[in-house]
């Protein structure tokens, strides 16, 4: 069985395999639309551990742009489809990396700094400043998630992330991929990327902490930027490895945390959104040369 993984868009649910990737969308009348893309094959030296994470993230954001595209033009019935020019697609992605760069990194580095006039210690110690740095960072990052949660429209996102993850699980264990069987499976799932969000927080805590607290804040800034592929590929083998193990006790509980998380990001489908994430899994299945009924 091969590992397939997700994303929510504006009223509908994309899914990701090896082979390719499918985003489902229901638009204003009911009917569903379908958008699938075969991926070509990557160098073998960027499968390797710590290399995949680094790539999957790049992957991520760049099929995630195309199907909130595809998503946005289906659900708001929009005449025709035009696709975003590979220069469209970089740039947004560099927009949002550099929105991210900004809020979750320059914005809690600063507070930390402002909070050493006033705590001497976090001035003084290496740790004590990087762990009051990653606080601040979870604490922004919550307040973020917290706050869009309250918009109408982000929530109907959250639900079909709800779905995504209930169709996963059910495909995960065999389950025939029917409404009636996946409606009673958790909206949570621990190989998702709000806990993988987590985990890069819990990373970038300790990875930072070597960085000598002697180090000017552009130089400390800078390193923060540089250190996150080896970030990214860290957390995401730990993901892995979390979802691999997920029945082991002890990987339970450290996952537990990443699981509370989604409490935030997800939320109870209805069965017309299972239904949205049920035909992008089958049709992700497709590529791959199953018949999923």
């Known amino acids: 069985m091969k590992n397939i993984g997700g ?31 075969v991926l070509g094959k990557l160098p073998k030296i960027l499968g390797f551990p710590f290399v995949r994470g680094v790539v999957g993230l790049y992957h991520a954001f760049a099929i995630g742009i195309k199907a909130i595209e595809f998503s946005a033009a289906k659900a708001y019935s929009s005449e025709s489809e035009r696709p975003l020019s590979p220069f469209a ?21 600063y507070l930390t700094k402002l909070a050493g006039f006033l705590v001497s210690e976090v001035s003084r110690s290496s ?13 922004i990052f919550l307040g973020y998630v917290f706050v869009i949660g309250l918009w109408k429209e982000m929530r109907r996102i959250f639900e079909y992330h709800g779905a995504e993850h209930k169709v996963i699980h059910a495909y995960e264990e065999g389950k025939e991929l029917e409404v009636e069987n996946v409606r009673s499976f958790s909206p949570c799932h621990p190989r998702c990327g709000t806990s993988f969000l987590l985990i890069v927080m819990v990373i970038s805590i300790l990875l930072f902490s070597f960085i000598p607290q002697s180090w000017p804040f552009w130089g400390k800034f800078l390193s923060r930027i540089v250190l996150i592929p080896m970030i990214a590929g860290i957390s995401y083998e730990l993901l892995r490895l979390s979802a691999k193990a997920k029945r082991n006790a002890f990987i339970q509980l450290l996952i537990l945390p990443g699981l509370m998380l989604q409490k935030l990001t997800t939320r109870e489908p209805d069965d017309s959104q299972i239904e949205v ?6 049709e992700v299945l497709a590529l791959e040369g199953k018949d999923v009924r």
């Not at 991210?100 to 990194?105: D, H, N, S, V, W």
């Not at 740790?127 to 604490?139: A, C, K, P, Q, S």
């Not at 994430?277 to 089958?282: Q, T």
Request: hydrophobic share 60%; aromatic share 8%.
């Open 7 to 37: 994303q929510a868009v504006i009223e509908g649910v994309m899914m990701k395999s090896p082979t390719g990737w499918t985003v489902a969308v229901r638009d204003q009348n009911g009917a569903i639309h379908v958008k699938k893309e």
């Open 89 to 109: 697609i970089a740039s947004t992605i560099l927009v949002a990396v550099g929105l991210g760069i900004g809020l979750f990194i320059f914005l809690p580095l």
């Open 127 to 139: 740790f004590v400043f990087n762990f009051t740095d990653g606080i601040i960072r979870v604490l």
């Open 277 to 282: 994430a049920i035909m992008a899994v089958r």
